[in-house]
């Protein structure tokens, strides 16, 4: 490899946040074109002497690429830039969530699809669509309730709401978030107390029957407010987490 392959990253420094940030800095990297399509990339150990990041960190920046179809990779040859590196596609993937700041990103997102999404439920819901919330609100229960996460329950309650929408681009959307809107690594439910499991499985049905309701009800202005209350208090909990692991 030449002194030019290298060129890209002798000035990187290493990211706050490991994980995303080299993969941002790749990414940005062929996107302004300082990395062509076909073009080589650096070995992992030429990456690692110019960011100082480990080689899993690496291999996970990469990994995240690869999944986003900007590069491939030929064994005994290295990764290469993909011909045509414009992502086809939006996508969420475990690896973009590693930490708090990249959760509170997506909902973010969330927050300015689900907000219009639960008003047009209110408007167009069928009948059908609020048997299915119901079906799935019980489930999301009964989760809760066991003391679990509720992770995919919770995933297919928000789900049913896009689809009430009458509009299939909704629930495709939100199909790129799948369970992993939420990691549950986050959660952090094995380090609360019992009493404090009830008070999070309490606050969580609360917040998701008063969205049920005010979808169910026709009742559009209340339904917005509860998808943004219940986001926005979600965003508080995570910016709590933050907090606590900084101090």
């Known amino acids: 490899m030449t002194d030019k392959d290298d060129a890209p990253f002798t000035t990187v420094r290493q990211p706050a946040n490991l994980r995303s940030g ?12 300082d990395l062509k399509p076909g073009q080589r990339l650096p070995t992992e150990q030429a990456i690692m002497a110019a960011t100082g990041v480990s080689r899993t960190i690496v291999r996970e920046a990469l990994a995240t690429l690869r999944a986003k179809g900007l590069i491939t990779t030929h064994q005994g040859l290295g990764a290469f830039v993909t011909d045509d590196p414009t992502p086809r596609s939006f996508s969420i993937i475990p690896n973009d969530l590693k930490s708090i700041d990249e959760v509170l990103r997506v909902l973010e997102l969330r927050m300015g699809v689900e907000y219009e999404a639960a008003g047009l439920a209110a408007m167009r819901r069928t009948q059908e669509d609020i048997d299915r919330m119901q079906d799935r609100l019980d489930a999301l229960d009964r989760a809760l309730e066991k003391g679990g996460y509720g992770a995919q329950e919770d995933y ?56 049920f309701t005010a979808i169910r009800d026709g009742n559009e202005p209340a339904a917005r407010r509860a998808i943004r209350t219940h986001l926005l208090k979600s965003a508080a909990r995570f910016e709590e987490l933050r907090g606590s692991s900084l101090s």
């Open 22 to 33: 080299l993969a941002d800095t790749l990414m940005a990297q062929i996107e302004s074109g």
């Open 156 to 211: 297919a309650f928000h789900r049913s709401i896009l689809v009430a929408t009458q509009n299939s681009y909704y629930g495709r959307l939100f199909d790129t978030f799948g369970n992993i809107m939420v990691p549950r690594q986050w959660a952090r439910l094995d380090k609360m107390t019992a009493a404090e499991r009830k008070r999070h499985a309490a606050r969580m049905r609360r917040e998701h029957h008063a969205i």
